[in-house]
């Protein structure tokens, strides 16, 4: 199983960046997935999430009406959209899936808002 994250970097505030998580060695198909961040200092939080039909749900109230998560079952790929980017939203980005007994998470791609 491997999750790959790509596309983070720095941007200006107000900027826009889609984050990719390439998915490997399971059904991508039948699972939720999950992305989540970690900024300094604090503790990883869930940002959002998206089922295996395309649904997607926010935790962050932040991330609402900015962010959206999408995936291409295809190419077992999930996207991460975000706009109107803060300086708060600085943080490593995870992809995350889960299964009974497992938590599975990428490296991580980190995000970095700054002027």
């Known amino acids: 199983v491997q999750l790959v994250e790509s596309g983070g970097g720095l941007v200006q505030p107000g900027g826009s960046l889609r984050l990719s998580c390439a998915a490997s060695g399971f059904t991508f198909s039948r699972f939720d997935m999950n992305w989540y961040r970690q900024a300094p200092g604090k503790e990883r939080e869930l940002v959002g999430s998206?089922?295996?039909?395309?649904?997607?749900?926010y935790a962050l109230d932040s991330a609402k009406g900015r962010f959206t998560i999408s995936r291409d079952n295809a190419k077992d790929m999930v996207y991460l959209q975000m706009n109107s980017l803060k300086a708060e939203d600085t943080a490593v980005y995870y992809c995350?899936?889960?299964?009974?007994?497992?938590?599975?998470w990428g490296q991580g791609t980190q995000v970095t808002v700054s002027s």
């Open positions: 995350h899936f889960q299964t009974l007994w497992t938590h599975y």
């Open positions: 998206i089922d295996s039909a395309g649904g997607s749900t």
